[in-house]
């Protein structure tokens, strides 16, 4: 462990991307004996474990109380599933397994999954990633009613399985107990959401649904959302481009206010409904443990964003606000004002390419003069070209305020390139009163030469370690 750079500890073994070689395998495979007390082992982020897995598993035998079993992006190959599986059999104790990143699982999963005959205590399934076919799919949806205690599961990207997601929604029922289900970018069709919709009345403890980046969902949410209103105790749901209809959010409008619980909502990137999101915007007051608002690229209209900003004044818990690529908040930023002054728990604030003018600037550094917004951590202004040199200055010389500011970025977009004004040294003024920052964003800026050299120097002379992406 040394040798690797690790502080040694008889329940840890955490060797995760120290570029293990083969003999490094087996060497620490010969340690497996003097570790009875053996919680932890994971090995991510190595691809030389690839192919030597079972120098490894022969010796689990040996740490028969481990609980955590981490292999993501190992390059594992179908004996080293093999392997896996001849070793479930002995850390009957096991209740995290963590297989993500292994493209070669895909097409071999029932090798795993076939030697889990006996009821075993994983509490985490983790198979991200992975090249998972709808073959895989059914082996998996056998599995489930051997794992009753799961609490996790993520399929996330894995863009075959949605073939397979009827069969797996129908043995959903044996993990009554689960609390997160991903299925991020999983290929979903609408027929899968009508498997999923009789699966979520057996899931009562549901926390966190995401069935984001699918695509071809969109238009299937009708029967979908009335179980969804069954979920009293889920806290995330992620719908982020998922092209969701007009249809699908007035029904959705119906339903999500009924959620709550309901901490994270996030329906970003789906820009084709229109004046469709009024009436859910408007009803997001019902749902005072909001932490976490994203509706970036979801063409708001000046309508839109205005019920959003009267729904966030009853949003006390408010931690995140991403209003990123909707032009509307441009010039209209004094309508968030009584929520922003309100929301005091905001921690992140998001503002890309909302075509923000100087008095939106403006509005923000006197909002935080009257002692608002002290919790802000990370502020993205970038792709906003219709700031003028003047707004920018006005904003540096109130930067100041910003306290517990970490991440900065006023980037300009991919297109542009537009020389540094005088704002430059108001903004490397207030870097220095700005304990916290860690990173600022300023892509695209033409620095002079003196400008780069001041950057270059700035850490030095401040004893600071501020990441500068120009």
Known sequence: MQKLGRIPNSKNLDVNNCALSAADVTELASLLPFLPELEELSLSWNGCVGGTLKALTVHLHHVNLL????????????????SLGEASEIVSQLEVLDLSWNSNIGGKLSLLTKKLQKVCK???LKITDCNLTAKDGESLAEI??????????????????????????QDLKNVPGLKELNLHMCGLKQDSLQGLDTALQHL??????DLSCN???????????????????????????????????TILSQVIPLLSSLQEVNLSSNKN???SYDPLLARLRFLPKLKSVAVSNCGLGEESFSLLAEAALHLPELEILDLSWNKCVGGNLKLLLGALKLATEIQVLRLS?????????????????DGHLARLQKLDLSYNNSIS????????????????????????????????????????AALTELPALAELGLQRWGLSELQRRQLESFNQDNRRNISFYC
Request: some cysteine.
């Open 122 to 124: 994983l509490k985490l």
């Open 273 to 275: 409904v229109g004046v």
């Open 144 to 169: 489930l009613n051997v794992i009753p205690n799961l609490e996790v599961l993520d399929l996330s990207i894995n863009k075959h399985i949605g073939c397979s997601m009827k069969v797996i929604a």
């Open 353 to 369: 390419s909302c075509n923000l003018v100087a008095e939106d600037l403006v509005l923000l550094t006197l909002l935080t003069q």
């Open 389 to 428: 040199d003047e707004g920018w200055a006005m904003f540096c010389q109130g930067l100041t305020m910003f306290k517990e500011l970490s991440e900065l970025d006023v980037s300009l977009r991919p297109s542009s390139h537009r020389a540094c004004g005088k704002w430059f040294s108001e903004l490397l």
């Open 215 to 249: 695509k071809e969902i969109g238009g299937g949410f009708k029967d979908f959302a009335a179980h969804l209103a069954s979920l009293k105790n889920l806290e995330v749901l992620d719908l982020h481009q998922c092209c969701v209809t007009e249809e699908d959010m």
């Open 204 to 209: 009562a403890e549901l926390r966190k649904l």
């Open 67 to 82: 609980k955590v079993l981490r292999l993501n992006n190992c390059r594992l190959t179908a004996e080293d599933v093999i």
